[in-house]
């Protein structure tokens, strides 16, 4: 039995769950999550828990299993509290800033690089400390969008300057002097 997949899922008070076939619809205070899913797996609501059930050990079963209770989880969570994603700003004049719900990035270019907020997710930036925080109810999203921004202008190997998740380790490398071996 897969060892996640087995895991229950017990819901919040403020979380509404629907199923209707293959189809499930979660319910929260930070908005709502549609998904269908293998009609293969069984997905079970008792009494405020969420069970997921395999019919057979067959490896692309097996594999089902696991992620649809991984993806049910997310949905919960996402619906209940949210998900979010921090990225550090490092760069001397590199900076964020909010128009109106969009991003602006400057980040060395000869353009600012705008983000656009889409529907359920939003942003925020702190100029002291240069964070921004990417929320949103879709786990998924929140690390795609930062993954997208990060990319704009990814760490920088010998200075150790761009964009990077919050407390991502950069391992700077030596440079020219350090290859002399004097």
Avoid at 40 to 51: F, H, M, P, R
Avoid at 72 to 77: D, T
Wanted: glycine letters at 12%; charged letters at 30%.
């Amino acid at each position: 039995m897969s060892r996640i997949g087995r895991l229950p899922i017990t819901l919040p008070k403020d979380v509404d769950v629907k199923i209707d076939g293959t189809k499930v619809t979660v319910t929260g205070p930070k908005g709502t999550l549609e998904e269908s899913f293998s009609p293969e797996i069984a997905v079970k609501l008792d009494n405020g828990v969420i069970t997921v059930e395999r019919p057979n050990d067959e490896p692309r079963i097996r594999a089902l299993h696991g992620t649809t209770r991984a993806l049910l989880h997310n949905m919960v969570v996402g619906c209940g509290q949210g998900f979010e994603r921090e990225l550090e700003i490092v760069g001397v004049g590199y900076r964020a800033e909010m128009n109106g719900k969009d991003l602006v990035l400057y980040v060395g270019y000869s353009h600012p690089v705008k983000f656009e907020a889409p529907d359920g997710i939003s942003y925020e930036t702190d100029a002291k400390t240069r964070i921004i925080k990417i929320k949103g109810r879709d786990r998924q999203q929140v690390g795609q969008i930062a993954a997208n921004m990060r990319a704009v202008r990814p760490p920088e190997h010998y200075h150790g300057t761009g964009l990077r998740y919050k407390g991502e380790i950069i391992k700077l490398k030596a440079g020219k002097a350090g290859k002399t071996g004097k």
